[in-house]
Each structure stands twice: as structure tokens, then as C-alpha cells.
């Protein structure tokens, strides 16, 4: 008998939850995440807002098993994304002008589908873990997300 694997979807609006997440940086007042996750591509819509400070906007799109370049800050990083069993790894790699920066984003969903853990182990951020709470559909809809 042959199982399919099955993927893990992270479609869906995103908060972070600042309190039980480890950053690496000032703290933001807020993020917001938006995902729409059509295998092989995702697509992150990522909100930040800083304390007394202006928001920041970025999208990120990926390609589950290709390389894509998007740009940070007006820096282009090219990134690959795979999947490790039940984790996507999302790497990144970007140049500045005194280094080059390796990220290894690896993102796991809660068996109720409703904690987004975004964990760095082994790279430029290592150690970074930031907890991403699903917004209801209500709340989520208020937003303009799914």
C-alpha cells in the first residue's frame, strides 16, 4: 500500500505573539503574517510595526524546490525552500557590503493547525523562534485576510 504525503498548509492570517517569541533585535509592537500557500508556491504578505515608529512592509514569494530572489531593504536574497518531513526549511542567503547572511528559516505547524512556529537553529539568527498565533476567520476578514 502507498501513502500520499501529505503537506502541511499555511494559508491563513498570522499574529505574532511577542510574549513567548525570541527575537533577535528590538522588539516590534506588532506582526502580522499573511499566507496563502498554494503548493509549491508561498506567498508572504509580512506587516511590522515598531513602537512609536512606522510600519514596514514586505512580501516574500517562494517556490517550494526552486530558487527565487526577492529583495530585503532594496538588497536582493535568493532563497530555496524544501521540505524536511513535517517542517518546511526556507533558506536565504543576502550580501551587504561587509558580509554575506546565511538564514535557515524552519516553520512547523501545531497539530490543531493553529501555532505557526518560525525557528532559527543554525544560521545567522540562530536561536530566533517567533510563535505566530491563526486569527479567526472574523478577525482575519477585518484585515482583508482569509
Known amino acids: 500500500m502507498v501513502f500520499a504525503r501529505i503537506k502541511t498548509d499555511f494559508t ?8 513567548k517569541s525570541v527575537l533577535r533585535g528590538s522588539a516590534p509592537k506588532q506582526i502580522l503574517v499573511k499566507i496563502e500557500h498554494r503548493e509549491p508556491l508561498l506567498i508572504q504578505q509580512i506587516l511590522v510595526a515598531d513602537a512609536g515608529g512606522p510600519e514596514r512592509r514586505q512580501t516574500f514569494i517562494i517556490e517550494v524546490g526552486a530558487n527565487t530572489i526577492n529583495t530585503v531593504n532594496g538588497t536582493p536574497a535568493r532563497s530555496r525552500a524544501q521540505w524536511e518531513g513535517k517542517e518546511l526549511l526556507i533558506e536565504s542567503w543576502m550580501k551587504a557590503p561587509d558580509r554575506e547572511f546565511h538564514f535557515k528559516d524552519y516553520w512547523s505547524l501545531s497539530d490543531d493547525g493553529l501555532v505557526l512556529t518560525m ?14 498565533e491563526k486569527l479567526p476567520a472574523a478577525e482575519a476578514a477585518k484585515l482583508g485576510g482569509n
Open 12 to 19: 491563513g492570517v498570522w499574529r505574532a505573539n511577542l510574549e
Open 119 to 132: 525557528t532559527h537553529r543554525d544560521d545567522d539568527l540562530a536561536g530566533q523562534i517567533t510563535w505566530l
